[in-house]
């Protein structure tokens, strides 16, 4: 059976030359060519895939920490809760001084303490007795207040999902290469945390923020701190890498609180924050203490529960993680060839000592360049071997195709082994 004529047309300005193609040897030889392309195609999408995925594997696994932020969530609401907005005002005093910029804190309070008519000090907050340190002070910046703190809105801070009239200041504009420290306090139970003793926060909810945190590359290593009673259960549902989590109590425990103050009325702190801000008073932002120091500093006995630690999703050592890579600042460092000199009144020492910075940082540079195109040609090194098995086997499979007569039997078996070699790459590139 002969077959079909195909007519091509090719426009030269305005004459119009019609090319007639027709006959079975000319057919079969399109069928050939469609054929190479559809298997160089394949070839060429899969070995893309491939080296895709290997290089953003490796790039997740070596980003740097540039940058660290705190989310500070008070739940409760209602006089007798003082205790919970004064434990979080008082950690959201201890990372400004350890180095965290207000812009890089989300702090959320779900009622004001401090306005309050049964407040015998107007406008101010304590967290002890001896009334030393208004947490309430002048230099205090409450993003969510009130019945903005809601569950909702605590997942799309997470997550990131804000309607657009949102500002910035509001959102949580962490990145890959970002250490977050979640702290939470208020009443909770066995899987869950109440916000505001009208909707509750459960362990599932914050296991799916989590995870689309981590999907979405909003941070590298999440910490996790929970003052409640059961605080523990509230991790079952984590199963993100890079997160570690730390409750002030076991599942069946409560959480305490510390001492009353007899002139607000009420009890002005919570056991387990207490005893982490004593731990951290002793400290200033240049200090190595790990989070293994902080771990180990809670005494059952003095906490009247047991502090928990989910530490199975984490890959550093604690011993190794200073407390400041989630409590402080990133503290960025240059590195020059000489040391630096006091300055003096002449004007050619003060030129002597700007060259010494231009230069030390032109060769900061030098080496960013060089070791950057160390690593390109080691990456693209590896994509050459991985293209050159397949360009081996193409050009293998293209000299057998040139011995073969009958085209249309190329065809059929080609389409047959292009199957297998299609569930391969698609295996290989998962």
């Known amino acids: 059976m002969d077959t079909p004529s195909v007519v091509l047309y090719r426009f030269q300005g305005d004459s119009e030359v019609e090319l007639f193609l027709g006959g079975l040897k000319m057919g079969s030889f399109f069928r050939f060519r469609a054929f190479l392309l559809l298997i160089f ?28 932020w705190a989310v500070l969530v008070c739940t409760s609401r209602f006089w007798f809760n003082y205790r919970h907005m004064a434990n979080t005002l008082s950690l959201y005093r201890t990372v400004k001084r350890l180095g965290i910029p207000d812009e890089r804190i989300i702090l959320m309070l779900a009622d004001d303490m401090a306005c309050n008519a049964r407040n015998k000090y107007p406008a101010q907050v304590f967290n002890n007795e001896n009334h030393r340190l208004n947490l309430y002070g002048d230099n205090v910046e409450v993003d969510y207040r009130g019945y903005e703190v809601t569950v909702e809105n605590f997942l799309r801070v997470l997550t990131g ?59 590298k290593e999440l910490l996790i701190m929970v003052d409640t009673c059961q605080a523990a259960t509230l991790f079952s549902q984590l199963h993100s890498p890079g997160v570690l989590a730390i409750g002030s109590s076991m599942k069946g425990e409560n959480s305490y609180s510390h001492h009353l103050d007899s002139d607000v009325g009420v009890s002005v702190v919570d056991r387990f924050t207490f005893y982490t801000l004593a731990f951290f008073e002793k400290l200033n932002m240049y200090d190595n203490a790990s989070l293994s120091s902080l771990f180990g500093s809670y005494n059952p006995n003095m906490l009247m529960s047991t502090a928990y630690y989910r530490m199975d999703l984490y890959q550093r050592r604690l011993e190794e993680v ?39 940082v032109g060769l900061d540079k030098q080496r960013t360049l060089t070791s950057s195109n160390v690593q390109d040609q080691i990456n693209n090194s590896n994509t050459k071997d991985q293209l050159g098995v397949f360009e081996h086997l193409w050009c293998t499979f293209l000299n057998k195709a040139e011995k073969i007569e009958d085209v249309d039997i190329l065809v059929n078996y080609g389409l047959v082994i292009m199957l297998p070699l299609v569930a391969v790459f698609t295996w290989l590139s998962h």
Do not use: W
């Open 322 to 360: 200073p407390v400041t890579n989630f409590f402080g600042s990133v503290m960025e460092t240059i590195h020059t060839v000489s040391a630096y000199r006091a300055p003096s009144g002449k004007n050619s020492d003060k030129d002597k000592i700007k060259l010494s910075l231009d230069q030390s």
């Open 161 to 219: 999902r804000h309607e657009t009239a949102v500002p910035r200041s509001k959102r949580l504009l962490s990145d890959e290469g970002s250490h977050i420290l979640l702290y939470m306090t208020g009443h909770g139970g066995d899987e869950f945390l109440k916000f505001q003793d009208s909707e509750e926060l459960q362990s599932h909810d914050l296991a799916d923020a989590v995870k689309q945190m981590k999907e979405k590359r909003r941070f």
């Open 41 to 68: 195609a394949v070839t060429h999408l899969c070995c893309n895939s491939v080296a895709y995925g290997s290089s953003s594997a490796s790039s997740s696994s070596t980003t740097m920490h540039t940058n660290n």
